[in-house]
């Protein structure tokens, strides 16, 4: 009988479901649109149709150990999602509990995505013998989940790891949050488009971003895709947001003293494009103590099945305690 | 019978012995000088033959549980004390290994004087039941302790915790590390120091701390009592540090999510002085998830005693385990 682990990652317009079994194969799958309910009871009452219509698909035995659930603002103490800003569930909803009154599982449990990333990193990826490191998810936004001693960091409130949200630029960029110069207003899809912004009025240097400016193309992707045919301005781009992100990961390591930290997510996709000089600035900022010892990986997550792995794994993650 | 701890503080002029108690009290004290020896070995015996006379003037029946050392980079996974800059022993020193040649406790271990600080706070001080916090020592330098989910953290090398040298102001001030920024080149008891320097040179303001330049009299302390005094520049100083401090610990907290962030050592004796305006700046630089969560706290160790309970601590820690 295979042991599996129901993974739920909810976005805010799609929440996907997968079956996986402890090595991290994806038995079976399915999805549920996120954004058409604004009732939290309904959409619990179809999330587990769904899940149980992906269930009855599996035709070999199974034993089922768990749901594992990642969710913006997902707090792992309380199991509730917490004034999430892109889903229409609002205030403080109860999602662990109602799911308890849908399923008889030991385990059901919940934590923010770039949490459940870095799980899904220890136990099915590239993290699998590491005790200490951290995992920067690169979207949007910039998220982290921070691994010490074998266990998630979740802080004093279930909110630790939120990296993206040190200070890095007094002053700096207005920041979604409120405040001002954030790293992942440098340091994402978004903040990559705003530094071609900057350049942009800062120079008159020739490049095809130009054009995607006025043609409303301009994207991360469409920024790499000029780096790589070596156009200046993009490039400049990646080196600033290296640099960025190199002298926060120097900070970052003087906290935890990492064994590796890992980057996943869209910009994390330009590879060595991000991860080389990213490295070489962390390098330049580190302490003596540190230099030469922190790895900088690409996550090993198969892409599309990325982040119903990382939910998945809360499971096994909870029945290894 | 009562069980107790062997605590050693290892300074860069004396090291201090304490028989300490599970409670906290101090049975018996003792030192030797740190700086008369060159020679490991000879120390280490000195050192033993103080231990075995501090436990001879203790006349109730004991039972010796361990003993716990905190010493400049101190490493507690392998043992040793590793490039000590302000020590006579060059390189790296296996102190736990030659103690253990001496001693046939159940315990021996080793860690750096903040982490011994941080775990004396959790073991006998104000944070008795926190299993999130932070210690900073303010110092000559800055020093940190990081406790989460109830465990010091070590990180992957032994040597996680050096919020000192965080960089918190690119191209910023010199420090001894051989950067520049750090954190503690302006949070620190010379740091303070460098700041009415700053100063001195950039306003033509009267004030008592110029006469103390010239007559070599300046120091944390003497700008403490000034500022006291309602000295214009001093005041402007201890701002300016916690100016300093509130941001870097804002950026801690979105790390770590701690209880409370403990301040311990010279500044920290200046209480409100450097507290109230360290929480001001803290709050404001707070993502809004964190803020009016985390306490300051001055240490609740007792002064004279502080860093032998520290070094003690290690052994409950340990037998904790």
Chains 1, 2 share one sequence.
Not at 179 to 186: F, I, N, V
Not at 190 to 215: A, F, H, K, N, W
Not at 289 to 309: C, T, W
Request: glycine share 12%.
């Amino acid at each position: 009988m295979r042991k599996v682990a129901i993974g739920i990652d909810i976005g805010g317009t799609n929440s996907v479901i997968g079956i996986v079994d402890e090595k991290g194969e994806v038995l079976s799958r399915g999805n549920i649109p996120t954004d058409k309910y604004d009732d939290i009871n309904l959409y619990v009452n179809e999330l587990s149709s769904a899940v149980k219509d992906c269930l009855k698909t599996i035709e070999e035995d199974i034993e089922v150990n768990g749901i594992g659930i990642g969710a913006p603002n997902g707090n792992h103490y309380s199991g509730t999602i917490e004034y999430a800003p892109n889903l229409k569930f609002k205030g403080v909803v109860p999602l662990v509990e109602l799911l308890k009154e849908k399923f008889d599982y030991p385990v059901i449990t919940l934590t923010n995505d770039a949490n459940a990333a870095a799980i899904g990193e220890m136990i099915y990826g590239g993290a699998k013998w590491m005790k200490n490191f951290i995992m920067i998810t690169l979207g949007t936004g910039l998220g982290s989940g921070i691994v010490i001693n074998e266990e998630m960091v979740y802080g004093h409130d279930g909110f630790a790891g939120e990296l993206g949200h040190v200070i890095v630029e007094k002053g700096g960029r207005k920041c979604g949050c409120g405040r001002r110069g954030c790293l992942e207003t440098y340091c994402s899809a978004t903040g990559i488009v705003r530094t071609i912004y900057d350049l942009l009025g800062d120079t008159m240097e020739p490049s095809v971003l130009r054009e995607q400016v006025s043609s409303g193309t301009l994207s991360s992707k469409s920024i790499y895709d000029a780096a790589v045919a070596g156009d200046k301005l993009a490039l400049e781009a990646f080196d600033f947001t290296a640099e960025k992100l190199g002298e926060a990961l120097a900070n970052a390591v003087a906290f935890s003293s990492p064994e590796a930290i890992f980057l996943f997510g869209g910009l994390a996709n330009a590879g060595d494009m991000i991860i080389k000089p990213t490295k070489k600035y962390m390098e330049e900022n580190l302490l003596k103590i540190y230099q030469n010892k922190v790895d900088i990986i690409k996550s090993e997550l198969p892409g599309a099945d990325a982040a119903v792995l990382g939910a998945s794994s809360l499971v096994w993650q909870e029945l290894r305690k």
